[in-house]
């Protein structure tokens, strides 16, 4: 803008001259000057364009890329979501669609000694001798030897020692609402204690 103030200024004055000099010389500087200051014109509007140009490629640039940032946070949100819905499962609760799944129970370590082999678990057998119920100094549970013979077993007279871990217990409840006014419950449990 400065620079062409100052070359209109420069026109007007060789402007002056030529109009007092009469000359064809001055006419001539005076074409040369106007062709000079519309080149610069030119200029200016082809640097002014270009520039608005680049302005406009990095304003949609920034459109894009805060376009991206909001997926990305959006993802984001939804990766977080999930895992804090699946980290509530770190506590023995699993959501699993519309059921919520409670697991629970505990692990038990029992040491049993018996000074009266009842060749039995946890539990104490109290049944006969001869189903193999609490053994007695005067009870002899028959045995069969390798060659097919009877023997006489005194299973009082033989401690136990044993340890288990069958009485183990394992819980789950499960819990669904299929609809607004109908909530379902199931509880299973089960140990590994049997006979």
Same mark, same amino acid.
């Given at each position: =803008?400065?620079l ?7 026109? %007007? ?7 007092s000099?009469?000359?064809?010389? *001055? #006419? ?17 509007? %082809?640097?002014?364009?270009? @520039?608005?140009? #680049?302005?406009?490629? @990095?304003?949609? #640039?920034?459109?894009?890329?805060? %376009? ?17 819905k699946a980290?509530?499962? =770190? ?24 000074? *009266?082999?009842?060749? *039995? ?15 007695f ?18 299973? %009082? #007279? ?15 409840? *499960?819990?669904?609402?299929p ?17």
């Amino acid at each position: =803008m400065y620079l062409r103030r100052i070359l209109a200024g420069s026109a %007007a004055v060789v402007a002056l001259l030529a109009l007092s000099a009469g000359g064809a010389n *001055a #006419q001539s500087k005076l074409q040369q000057l106007e062709d000079q200051i519309q080149q610069i014109q030119q200029n200016d509007q %082809a640097q002014i364009q270009s @520039l608005q140009q #680049q302005v406009n490629e @990095l304003k949609e #640039q920034q459109r894009q890329e805060a %376009a991206q940032a909001e997926v990305v946070r959006q993802q984001a949100a939804q990766v977080e979501a999930e895992y804090k819905k699946a980290s509530s499962g =770190m506590g023995g609760t699993y959501h699993i669609g519309g059921v919520t799944l409670k697991v629970g129970g505990f692990i038990e370590s029992a040491t049993i000694y018996r000074s *009266a082999n009842e060749t *039995a678990d946890v539990g104490s057998v109290l049944g006969s001798n001869k189903t193999g119920g609490i053994p007695f100094n005067n009870a002899f549970l028959a045995a069969t030897g390798t060659s097919g013979s009877s023997q006489g077993v005194n299973n %009082a #007279q033989i401690g136990e020692f044993r340890e288990s871990a069958r009485q183990s217990r394992l819980s789950l409840l *499960a819990t669904g609402s299929p609809d607004p006014v109908t909530n379902l419950t199931a509880y299973f449990e089960t140990d590994f204690l049997g006979q």
